[in-house]
T-cell receptor
Framework: GDSVTQMEGPVTLSEEAFLTINCTYT??????LFWYVQYPGEGLQLLLK?????DKGSNKGFEATYRKETTSFHLEKGSVQVSDSAVYFC?????????FGSGTRLLVRP | EPEVTQTPSHQVTQMGQEVILRCVPI?????FYWYRQILGQKVEFLVS????????KSEIFDDQFSVERPDGSNFTLKIRSTKLEDSAMYFC?????????????FGEGSRLTVL
């Protein structure tokens, strides 16, 4: 079945460092891809999405490009802030439901 | 901004007891979901609900679980006889359309602790 694989965390960075969180997927067809973020004590919030190959989703300085050839949707940010500390989930849309990866915790130190 | 609301935020119960988790989806949304997240683990799909019936359910969603939309606003998850392994954060979500681009909006979750 469809699945999402994320790099394991935690990822610990200093403020203003470059962030990459890897995400690859296995799916039949061409699903939409999402990144959700979960701040401490809160629910899941949509960060960005891409609906077709080569689409780039972006929000709050984060970007991810839908790469069909490598079945990837890696999350990047050029300069992280302490406030970006959270758990990031990659997800794909499969038969009208989302399938999530295991999540990657990001810790940003001042 | 419209949001999905869940109650209670935290419930502690004894093993074998029944639990009902409540959700109020965004008012014009048509598709409803429950997910769960065991502490530190991935977010797992439980069930989807559309047009007053279950659209899909996962292997986790066994006979101990049920969902209901008793009126026009609430969407509930019932666990008939809780087990220790039911301890988790339960998230309700809703979306306007069922299409592949429709965003899921999540509530803040209900933490269930089974003792």
């Amino acid at each position: 079945g469809d699945s999402v694989t994320q790099m394991e965390g935690p990822v610990t960075l200093s403020e203003e460092a470059f962030l990459t969180i890897n995400c690859t997927y296995t799916a039949t067809g061409y699903p939409s891809l999402f990144w959700y973020v979960q701040y401490p004590g809160e629910g899941l919030q949509l960060l960005l999405k891409a609906t077709k190959a080569d689409d780039k989703g972006s929000n709050k300085g984060f970007e991810a490009t839908y790469r069909k050839e490598t079945t990837s949707f890696h999350l990047e940010k050029g300069s992280v802030q302490v406030s970006d500390s959270a758990v990031y989930f990659c997800a794909l849309d499969s038969s009208y439901k989302l399938i999530f990866g295991s999540g990657t915790r990001l810790l940003v130190r001042p | 901004e419209p949001e999905v609301t869940q109650t209670p935020s935290h419930q502690v119960t004894q093993m074998g007891q029944e639990v009902i988790l409540r959700c109020v989806p965004i008012s014009n949304h048509l598709y409803f979901y429950w997910y769960r997240q065991i502490l530190g683990q991935k977010v797992e799909f439980l069930v989807s609900f559309y047009n007053n019936e279950i659209s899909e359910k996962s292997e986790i969603f066994d006979d101990q679980f049920s969902v209901e939309r008793p009126d026009g606003s609430n969407f509930t998850l019932k666990i008939r006889s809780t087990k220790l392994e039911d301890s988790a954060m339960y998230f309700c979500a809703s979306r306007l359309t069922g299409g592949r681009t429709g965003e899921l909006f999540f509530g803040e979750g209900s933490r269930l602790t089974v003792l």
